[in-house]
T-cell receptor
Framework: DAGVIQSPRHEVTEMGQEVTLRCKPI?????LFWYRQTMMRGLELLIY????????DSGMPEDRFSAKMPNASFSTLKIQPSEPRDSAVYFC?????????????FGSGTRLTVV | RKEVEQDPGPFNVPEGATVAFNCTYS??????FFWYRQDCRKEPKLLMS???SGNEDGRFTAQLNRASQYISLLIRDSKLSDSATYLC????????????FGSGTQLTVLP
């Protein structure tokens, strides 16, 4: 299994530009999460999906952020327009209930820099 | 108040030392508890789950005190490869799928 795949690994963009981050979860996992990590705030949950349906987006910072999961094998996180304070590492994770525990796997992350 | 609080460190210890990390959580209805490890510029990875009775995995021992809402991780005979940030993680009641992370404790094991 290739694990959770995120792209791009690094993204540098100018303020005001649209940024799209991509994630391919592990096949068969029914939950997908988007997290953001900064030095100041640590790891924060932005949004999560169950069977492609958004369940909780209360962590999405503002309307500039949107996330979609059009099918079980693909999700995007879009920022439009981007701002320097959006600079962070964005992680995607997927999980599957295994007995009484959840197997979470994180992708390698996208390091976003907005200048 | 943060939902999960950890001493940020850094902890700098010599190889072979024993080191302990502590974590407190604010929601008494929290259901599941974990320690994750994150290497520099890498993704978090599960180190171990934490059970009420306490559990051990080789050199690592995790303890949970529900009454005090306190979790600990003990590393014995520390190795250079243990250098990383250790994240305390809980899942909240009604949101069993969502991981809530502490800010992490940075450990450096020195030769």
């Amino acid at each position: 299994d290739a694990g959770v795949i995120q792209s791009p690994r690094h993204e540098v963009t100018e303020m005001g530009q649209e940024v799209t981050l991509r994630c391919k979860p592990i096949s068969g996992h029914d939950y997908l999460f988007w997290y953001r990590q900064t030095m100041m705030r640590g790891l924060e949950l932005l949004i999560y999906f169950n069977n492609n349906v958004p369940i909780d987006d209360s962590g999405m910072p503002e309307d500039r952020f949107s996330a979609k999961m059009p099918n079980a094998s693909f999700s995007t996180l879009k920022i439009q327009p981007s701002e320097p304070r959006d600079s962070a590492v964005y992680f995607c994770a997927s999980s599957l209930l295994l007995g009484n525990s959840y197997g979470y796997t994180f992708g390698s992350g996208t390091r976003l820099t907005v200048v | 108040r943060k939902e999960v609080e950890q001493d940020p460190g850094p902890f700098n210890v010599p190889e072979g030392a024993t080191v302990a990390f502590n974590c407190t959580y604010s929601n008494s209805a929290s259901q599941s508890f974990f320690w994750y490890r994150q290497d520099c510029r890498k993704e978090p990875k599960l180190l171990m789950s934490v059970y009420s009775s306490g559990n051990e995995d080789g050199r690592f021992t995790a303890q949970l005190n529900r009454a005090s809402q306190y979790i600990s991780l003990l590393i014995r005979d520390s190795k250079l490869s243990d250098s990383a940030t250790y994240l305390c993680v809980v899942t909240l009641s009604g949101s069993a799928r969502q991981l809530t992370f502490g800010s992490g404790t940075q450990l450096t094991v020195l030769p």
